[in-house]
Structures are given as structure tokens and as C-alpha cells.
């Protein structure tokens, strides 16, 4: 199904997209629902590797750093495919990149040339809610199983990289989450604030990465939509009821066109906020994130219920689709707060 | 969520606070209130004595291994006569109708909508014996639940309608007349062969009995759909998959195959041909109530669960004092009490009308009778006969009409979707309020969210009991068809 974001495409970001889309069929669509459910099996390590190969570990970084050089949109672009497959594992590419992209920000890369290579990711710890002269992060995507987690402290202007193994870094993987499962989501707590930091990214650019942020998990949840609307397409043409196919019933219709206009809005704020030069508004980037993800949070659901029963049974990857839309809606913050954020920032 | 067992007067005035037209019930026929208050007082303390303390655990372990049946918790039940809460008292039942068990339905799903649908789907499995003039089948398969309920002993039941390529289309008989169908059953001497497949059926995997429709003509599916009591084990019934939800893991969906399954002729429930009208269309008049109770209980223990986490304070605030939350629980509030409206309405509507044929005298006297009497053998045929199932139509037709329990059907259709669309809506809000936050609370209203979904879908989709609705009680080209005194009922959309 083509929507409008295809049609206005660049030539590199169509290559982008089939490289990504490419990946996605080779590698995620086989193991999405194993690392779902067993996201300790060693898959998504290997998974990680080969996203590495195409160039999705180190999207961000600069050539000089080892990295693909990415825009935003580009990045968002990658994502968004990525999630298609798996939203969660698209989750964990976003933390892991946010990571490096951050440390690069701010001088201290040099520290962390070993986790461009796919053998082991980063993860971004972000919210950091300070506390007791240091600090949690609540939900790291990529917690479980990183090498290094990146902190910017309170305020921003400092960034720590620690090992989850350092003293005064207390890492838990959360057990049973709904949604996210394969980025194996983890509480961080670090009592250490005060210990020498990393680098220094100066609160401009820690917005940005609060922008960028928001604009990954939208991408992550429009790839939900498009799977959502793609898939219950498919099944409401492939499906019979009595002699008609179950998209000739006006009701399926509109859910489908629903869907539809939920991705080509949320495809458009993101190409809005991301702009073209790197440069921010992050009032837009959460009017885009909350605006796609409600609408991936409807396709899902919708999609589900297009396949009636068999959407609510693992097999069919639908009822996964909305479990991980609700992650989106409340990562990094709550719905709610993130869009009286939307008014702050304006004011 | 655990808050202490209450007594049966707490909850009786807590049932009149939610429910005030339970008030004015009560004034004209305080016994029956009492016993609505007794049992779902005995639903809170099952609640509060064996499934909180592991309905996330057993949620877990069905996710791993999803043919998981927790046992013990249906023996557990037993004491309180759960397997036995609408069986009618002339076979050792309660004696429930619509009313006694959707308020069982909304205590029990209040902790485990998984838990609770094993008797919900019990429940169902049984009403199309109560509503199809089914007495012989009373005094022999209820009363067996009934007293191996009594000795400890659980017979599940269950209910088969949805196949794999018809869901919606062998729920209603428009859809019905076009589906396309696998199950199909066959005249033999002595009674019929049934070949097919039913899927997602609850309890399927886990039942004694199954109710199973099946045509009989595949060219005249409507006019020959025909409910079939299948023991599980008849030769040729076999289990074929266990599903892997989403969400209820507790209560197991299966998919049952059929290869040349004898049933005798003594197992069709009603007349052949009694399948879809009036057999499935009053079994989900008098079934959808208690689902939109279902889903009212979900939304109730996320509503209670997000309580409880909007009241503690998290770096030094609590939730509650935001304005955001004061509004969203307000919300959601409201939304359970229509629910709970709306189910009871439709509840009351069965309960008024065909529930009359359960509670009225000529049953009621046919308790005085000695059991050697009740169950011997010739009354036993007699009430299998031809003429003991045109007996009870005729008696169903005395106490009730048509259009009354075509009442009760739009009605237990619009509490069916307004309870499904109520429960995703209480989940959904209080999961985008909670953010990420990763408490106690949010593992309950995660797994209710998951539970919710399914309010949606099973026992027909929302969207066909809207249509339901509209056909039924606004345009009025739908009606249900009592089984006529002589000779079965009619089939169609339209109106006899």
C-alpha cells in the first residue's frame, strides 16, 4: 500500500527504505515473535549483529566516528521499517543510536568506539529523574543486556557512561512488561552523579535528543500503523464472510481508512519536525510523537479487530502490535504530561 | 485488588449504591436481593482467597505453556456452587438467571476475567439447554454437574459455534444463510455424524460437554442448523490446538475436530432444524449480559487498581491532585456505571422473560417430586420424547413472547458492546496516565488491558451486536423465533 511519505521519497531514502525493508524481511520477520517472548535467547543479540552489517548500529554517528551519517528523517525513516517488524527490537536500535549520537555530541566517543561494531549496544537512560545525589532512569529500552549506559544528568549539561557492572550503577530488567519486550526494558538507579562525567552536552543539545527521542518512537509507532493497516488489508480481502470478502462491509472500510489517515498524519508531523537541517522544535516533535502514536494505539486495536478472533491469538503478530503501541504512548513520558510539555515548550 | 472480604450486608448496600433499581426489587422481593448480595459476596471471598494471590502468576505460566488449566481453582470453586449458579434448582442448581450471575460475573472479573470466564464459558455451554426445551437433558447432564459438584468433582461445560472460516456469520441468521461452513452433520440410524471443526472455543479443551451446532443441510444451513450435546469422550472428538492468547490465559481457547463423531439421537438439544432459531439467538440473549458484565469487572479492577496508584505519592505528590487525573477517573467512573446500567437492563429483560419459564410454578412444583420419581427412567423419556420437548416450547410460549425476548436479545447486545468498548477504554486510559511506570498497579491493568480486548471480540464482535441492535430494536427486521409448539421454528432474518 502506498501512502503519501512513499511518494516524496528521495532517491537515497527509497534505498534506505528497501535496505531497511530488506533487513527486516531477512532477519525480523522470522524472529519477532521468539524475541518477544524469550528476549534472553540470544536472538536479538544476533538480530543486532546484523542490523550492524547494514548500517543501523551507528546511523548517527559521523563518518569520522564510524557511522552512517544519518539526518533525522533519514533515521526515522530506518525506524519506522525496522518497527514494522518489531517495534520492540526498533526500540532497542533507538536507544543504542540516541547513546552514541549523545556521547559523539559531547566529546566522548573515544570512550565507546567498541559498540559500533553489532557485538554490543548502548542504551540511553533518559528520563533520569534526579534523586538523592544521583538518580533513576524508570524504562531503558536496550537496558537489559548493554554494554554501557549513557546518563544525562539532570538538567542536561553533563553525560555519563558507565558500565552496567560500575560501582553505584544498580541496573533491573522489569519482568514481565506488556510491550517493548525484546529490548529487554530495564530500571537504572545511579548514586554517582557527582563522580567525574564523560563529557559535557550543554542543554541545547540535550534537547535535542529529547527531540530526536520523541521522533524515534513516533517513526516506531508508525511502522505499528502500517503493519496494522497492511496486515488487516490483507486478511480483510484474503477473508470471506459468507460470499462477500470481509473488506466489502462499510464498517471494515472505515477502519482501514482510519488507519490510513492516522499514518499519513503522524508520517507528516515527523517529516515536519524533523526537518531538514538537524535542527529542532520540540514542541512539534511531541505534537508528531503523540499524533502518531495515538494512531498506531487505533490501527492496532482496529487491526486486531478486523481479524476478529485469530487477531487476538499470538500466531498472527496482531495482538503484539498493540501491546506495543500502548509503550509507545507512554514512553518516554505519560500521554498526558507529554502534551502539556507541547504548551510549556510553545510558551 | 485484596480489600478484605465483605459481609453480605456490606456488599447488599453497596449493590444498591451501584444499582438502584436493586432498591426497589428489593422492597417487593428481599430474598432474591439476598441471595444476589450472598453470592457475590461468595465471589469476593473466592476472589480474595485463591485468585489475586495468583492470577499474575498463572497469567504467566499460560503464556509459556498455554494448555495450563488451573484445577485447583475450579475445585476451589466448587464450595461456593459455581458450576451450578444458573442450573435450575429442580435439578440441585442456585437456580440463577441473567441478573444472579452477570453481578457474579463483574466480582469475579474484578481480579481475573481468566479465571472467571471458565465459569462464564460453563455458564454458556449450559444455557442452550435451559432455553431450548431441553428437559431430559436437565435431569440427566445438569444434574450430573450438580451433584458431582456436591462430591468435589468438576464437569466443565462448553460451547462450540465459531468455526474457522465462519465467526460472525453462524452467530446470527442473515450471515448464517451465506457462511461458509466446515462442520456438518449427518442422519444415521440412531442419531448423526459430525465431521468439522469449531475454533476458540473456551473451556473447549477442558469440558465433559460441549454444545456443538452443525448443519444438518449444507445447502439450507439455516433451516437445518441443529445443536448437538458432543461428550468429549464420544469416539471421533478430539482436541486439535490449544490457542495462545493474548489475554483470559486462565480460561483455555481450543480448537475441537470432529471426524465422523456419532452422537445418539437422544443428544440434539431441541429439534433438528432449532440450531440458530431459536437455540443461538436466545443461548447469546441470555449470554451477553453476563459478557458486558464481564467486561464491566475488568474495567472495575483497572478502575481500582488506578485508585490505588493515583493515591500514593511519587516524589512526594500524588497523581490524584493533578487535575488530569481527577477528570480521567471521573471518566472512567462513569463509564462503569452505564456499563453496569446498561448490563443490568438487559439482564432484567432475559430475566422477565424467559427466565419466567425457570422460576415459574409448574417447574417449581416439579421440585415436590421424589427424586426416584424426577430421574426414573420414564420421565427421563418422556420429557426426550417429541412430545416432552413440544410440552416445555408450549410452556416456554405460555410465559413469554417474541418480541419480548427479542427485547432481551437487543438489549443484551447493546450491554455487550457498550461493556467491551468500556472496559478497553477504563484499561487504555489509566495505562497512557501511569506513563511507564512499573508498580504493582500497573502489572494488574496491563493484564487487564490485554483481558479487555477480548471483551470485544468474542460472543460476537461489537460490531455485529451493533448490527444486531440496529436490526432488532431500530429497523426491526430481526426477531427471535420461539420454537413452535408444533413443529420447529422457522429460520430467517426476517419475522415469522
Known sequence: ?347 | MAAGVPTTAEVRERLFVDFPMLQEIARRRPLYVEKLARVVRDCAEYNERYVLPRALEIDRVAEKDHEYFAWDLVEAGLKYNFLSLIIPTLVGGVGGLAVLFSLAMEEMCSACPGVANIFGAHALGIAPLLVAGSLQHWLTFLREVTEKEKQGKPVIMALAITEPSAGTDVEEPFFLSRARLSMSAKKVSGGYVLNGRKCFISNGSVAKYTWVTAAVERSRPCESWTGFLVDSDMEGFSVARVEEKMGQRACPAAELAFEDCFVPDENVVGFEGEGMQPGTLLTLAASRAPVGAIATGIARGAYQWFSRWADTARNGRKPASDQRVQMAMADMKTRIQLSRWAYLNAALSFDNSLGKVMTGPLLKSMEVLPGQVLYSEVVRRVFGSSFGKRFVNALIAAYTSSDAVTRAMANASMAKFVGGDTAMYVTSLALEHMGTDQCEERAWIEKAFRDAKLTQIYEGTNQLNRLTLYMSAIEGSLKVELARVLGPAGCGKGVA
Open chain 1, 1 to 347: 500500500m502506498e501512502l503519501t511519505r512513499d511518494l516524496l521519497l528521495g532517491e537515497e531514502q527509497r534505498m534506505l527504505v528497501e535496505s531497511v525493508s530488506g533487513f527486516r524481511a531477512d532477519v525480523l520477520d522470522d524472529i519477532a515473535r521468539d524475541i518477544d517472548e524469550e528476549p534472553t535467547s540470544g536472538k536479538v543479540a544476533d538480530a543486532f549483529e546484523r542490523a550492524a552489517r547494514v548500517g543501523l548500529a551507528a546511523s548517527l554517528l559521523s563518518d569520522g566516528a564510524g557511522g552512517q551519517e544519518m539526518d533525522v528523517y533519514s533515521f526515522c525513516l530506518a525506524l519506522t521499517e525496522v518497527s514494522r517488524g518489531s517495534a520492540g527490537f526498533a526500540a532497542l536500535l533507538l536507544s543504542h543510536n540516541l547513546a552514541l549520537y549523545a556521547l559523539e555530541m559531547a566529546g566522548a566517543w573515544k570512550e565507546s568506539e567498541e559498540l559500533t561494531g553489532g557485538s554490543s549496544w548502548a542504551a540511553l537512560a533518559w528520563p533520569f529523574i534526579a534523586g538523592g545525589g544521583g538518580g533513576l532512569a524508570p524504562f531503558v529500552p536496550g537496558g537489559g543486556g548493554a554494554r554501557r549506559l549513557v546518563f544525562l544528568a539532570p538538567g542536561g549539561e553533563d553525560i555519563f557512561s558507565v558500565s552496567p557492572a560500575d560501582e553505584g550503577v544498580a541496573l533491573s530488567e522489569l519482568g514481565f512488561p506488556m510491550g517493548f519486550r525484546c529490548s529487554r526494558p530495564a530500571g537504572v538507579e545511579y548514586s554517582r552523579v557527582g563522580a567525574a562525567a564523560a563529557g559535557t552536552l550543554g542543554l541545547e543539545a540535550a534537547r535535542q535528543v529529547e527531540g530526536m527521542l520523541l521522533l524515534g518512537v513516533a517513526s516506531i509507532a508508525l511502522g505499528i500503523s502500517r503493519q496494522a493497516c497492511e496486515k488487516a488489508y490483507e486478511y480483510a480481502r484474503e477473508r470471506y464472510q459468507g460470499c462477500d470478502q470481509v473488506i466489502g462491509h462499510q464498517q471494515v472500510r472505515l477502519m482501514l481508512a482510519r488507519m490510513i489517515a492516522g499514518t499519513e498524519a503522524g508520517d507528516a508531523l515527523v517529516r515536519q519536525a524533523a526537518g531538514g537541517d538537524g535542527s529542532f522544535r520540540l514542541a512539534s516533535c511531541r505534537v508528531a510523537k503523540v499524533v502518531a502514536c495515538d494512531a498506531a494505539m487505533s490501527a492496532s486495536l482496529d487491526g486486531v479487530q478486523v481479524h476478529g478472533g485469530y487477531g487476538y491469538m499470538r500466531d498472527y503478530g496482531m495482538e503484539r502490535l498493540m501491546r506495543d503501541a500502548k509503550y509507545c504512548q507512554a514512553y518516554p513520558w505519560a500521554r498526558p504530561n507529554e502534551l502539556l510539555a507541547v504548551l510549556t515548550d510553545l510558551e
